[in-house]
């Protein structure tokens, strides 16, 4: 087992991207949660924590983001997207401002802290907005090559982090292609296309298949926007199937991007693994995975039935 | 800048403000015509800026927090000669460069898009947080309305200003007692405000908005005080400058039709034609 991407984030925080004499961090008061704390001992003076006002952190983000810093701007995704949705749409968003906002402990996998903690939305609310590039890493290598893509990059980019660890499907000589989905695993019979701690379960059940003779290819859509419409299309054109897997509801994330691309050009059978349209509760990461429906059984049937009935 | 050259400048921004608004037939006079004398100063008087170069790095910044005041900054803009004042009358129209609210993508001299009230003061925290963080001199100028008070993030954002002795930055409150469902003391009480301010460490001061003196001074009186950030209470008038319009709440979203925008221009006229 790997780290988490959040760990991810504070490590490379604390190990390189304190070297930008540009990068500023702030967060609100949940630094030795979300991991940004790590920035403030190589760069204390471009630390701000702003306390507990996740919109006043995105609005003072977007001022410093217009006097030609940085900002990466972190709390939990609940906060970040949900509570100062608003602010994020107004004083970053539309006037396109370089903020880069990296919201840990996203989805069901926050856990015990249950329903009014797991972000199961977020990608929606941040895919809905002009100018917002939203990525998921799958793996702490992945989330390490995103934030120094993304501080590289010009404009918000909403960036998705997790608390639990994750497992590690790079190694150290991986590149993150900014806007390219990564082909995993080719095949030919069925397309699963997943997104952050899916993406691991995904190659997991690819596996599972190829004993049985059937080929997956396997997608990791760290990109959810802009979605990577050729490799969408390409995928559909190859298997003529495609499953779709992540850690967020069916409604308005990575299920709805890839639908929303095949729908207008090229139809294709579809099944989504995800949250459906439901809050959480409390309980461990393993346990509310099973009960939402987010295990690698679950992609297995989703698999299976698409076969089936395509 | 002497008294008259103010009041020239004043006059000739709120007959712009007037004859925009009535032009694109919406928008927001009341508000506007009370922050107009502030503005005036800030931007013939106050401000470090260079109208040919408005993204100089070193200039004062400014922003708008009641965004919906946008007529009046885009008249001092226009008069300051940021851009052609053809530009004013296409306010609100579709393609035009100015909209309804301030958008710094679009328009030149605009520092901060607002429009969503509340915003404002944290994006200017924010900005004099960066010339702290370069040792740099310039200075972040922000008005908010006093309806805009009620906004939970401005007092997330003053509470920021003042921990991080943001000297740099002044704060005007532009203090005029109405908002669109009718006064501050019957919708939402924000009284009182220096007090507020005073207890969450900042400088208070309290002047008659449409003083230029007044304004200078506290202006001056701002860039001297060292470690925390100033408020200047600005006492207002709604509608300022147009009879029919002074301390009418109704005036506060609604355009003038032909015949009150030539009544408007006549009296900010004053007989001088």
């Given at each position: 087992?790997?780290i988490a991407t959040r760990a991810a984030y504070g490590k490379i925080l604390e190990t390189e991207l304190y070297k930008n004499e540009k990068v500023v961090v702030l967060d609100?008061?949940?630094g030795?949660?979300t991991k940004s704390?790590s920035f403030?001992?190589a760069a204390?003076?471009r630390y701000f ?8 952190m995105m609005?003072t983000a977007a001022g410093l983001a217009a006097s030609g810093k940085v900002p990466i701007a972190s709390t939990f995704a609940?906060?970040a997207a949900?509570?100062a949705?608003?602010q994020i749409r107004?004083s970053i968003a539309?006037p396109k401002l370089n903020v880069k906002i990296a919201a840990t402990h996203a ?12 972000a199961?939305?977020d990608i929606?609310l941040m895919r809905?907005l002009p100018n917002m590039t939203v990525i998921n890493p799958a793996d702490a290598k992945e989330a390490e090559e995103v934030l120094k893509a993304a501080v590289q990059y010009y404009g918000p980019v909403y960036i998705r982090l997790g608390?639990?660890?994750v497992?590690?499907?790079h190694?150290?000589?991986y590149q993150f292609n900014w806007g390219k989905g990564e ?12 997104t952050g701690?899916?993406v ?20 990791n859509m760290h990109t959810i926007k802009p979605i990577d ?25 990575l299920?709805?991007a ?53 | ?125 924010g ?147």
């Amino acid at each position: 087992m790997g780290i988490a991407t959040r760990a991810a984030y504070g490590k490379i925080l604390e190990t390189e991207l304190y070297k930008n004499e540009k990068v500023v961090v702030l967060d609100a008061d949940l630094g030795n949660a979300t991991k940004s704390m790590s920035f403030k001992e190589a760069a204390p003076k471009r630390y701000f924590d702003m306390g507990i006002s996740e919109q006043d952190m995105m609005g003072t983000a977007a001022g410093l983001a217009a006097s030609g810093k940085v900002p990466i701007a972190s709390t939990f995704a609940v906060f970040a997207a949900g509570r100062a949705f608003g602010q994020i749409r107004n004083s970053i968003a539309y006037p396109k401002l370089n903020v880069k906002i990296a919201a840990t402990h996203a989805g069901l996998t926050v856990g015990e802290d249950g329903g009014s903690h797991q972000a199961v939305e977020d990608i929606a609310l941040m895919r809905s907005l002009p100018n917002m590039t939203v990525i998921n890493p799958a793996d702490a290598k992945e989330a390490e090559e995103v934030l120094k893509a993304a501080v590289q990059y010009y404009g918000p980019v909403y960036i998705r982090l997790g608390r639990a660890a994750v497992e590690d499907l790079h190694d150290e000589h991986y590149q993150f292609n900014w806007g390219k989905g990564e082909i995993l695993l080719e095949g030919k019979d069925v397309g699963i296309i997943a997104t952050g701690i899916m993406v691991g379960k995904a190659l997991a059940v690819a596996a599972e298949l190829a004993k049985e003779g059937i080929e997956a290819r396997v997608i990791n859509m760290h990109t959810i926007k802009p979605i990577d419409r050729t490799l969408i299309l390409e995928t559909a054109e190859l298997t003529g199937k495609i499953v779709t897997a992540e850690e967020h509801s069916v409604i308005g994330g990575l299920g709805s991007a890839v639908s929303e691309v095949l729908s207008q050009e090229r139809p294709t059978k579809m099944a989504m693994v995800g949250i459906q349209d439901s809050f959480g509760e409390s309980g461990s990461p393993k346990d509310l995975l099973e009960k939402y429906g987010l295990t690698e059984k679950d992609i297995m049937l989703a698999v299976k039935k698409i076969i089936k009935y395509a | 800048m002497i008294k008259e050259e103010f009041e020239r400048r004043a006059k000739q921004v709120r007959k712009n403000i007037v004859q925009m608004i009535a032009a694109a037939g919406s928008g927001h006079p009341g508000g506007s015509l009370s922050v107009a004398d502030i503005l005036v100063v800030l931007y013939f008087d106050a401000m470090h800026i260079d109208a040919k170069n408005p993204g100089l790095e070193t200039r004062d910044r400014f922003v708008l927090s009641k965004g919906h005041s946008a007529p009046a900054l885009y008249a001092v803009l226009a008069e300051r000669g940021y851009f052609p004042k053809e530009e004013l009358m296409k306010l609100r129209k579709c393609g035009a460069m100015l909209q309804g609210h301030p958008d710094m993508k679009r328009i030149p001299g605009v520092d901060m898009s607002t429009g969503s009230l509340g915003q404002g003061l944290s994006a200017a925290n924010g900005m004099a947080l960066s010339a702290k963080l370069d040792q740099a001199d310039w200075r972040v100028y922000v008005v908010v309305g006093d309806g805009e008070l009620q906004e939970g993030q401005i007092w997330e954002a003053v509470m920021s200003s003042a921990h991080y002795g943001l000297d740099n930055l002044t704060l005007f409150v532009d203090h005029n007692g109405l908002q669109i469902d009718g006064t501050n003391d019957e919708v939402m009480k924000v009284m009182p405000i220096a007090e507020k301010f005073r207890v969450f460490g900042w400088n208070a001061i309290e002047i008659n908005g449409h003083d230029f003196e007044e304004i200078c001074s506290a202006i001056q009186l701002a860039k001297h005080t060292k470690g925390r950030p100033t408020v200047i209470v600005a006492e207002t008038v709604k509608g300022k400058g147009v009879s029919f319009m002074e301390n009418q709440v109704g005036w506060h979203g609604k355009a003038l039709d032909e015949v009150q925008c030539r009544q408007a221009l006549e009296e900010l006229t004053g007989g001088e034609a």
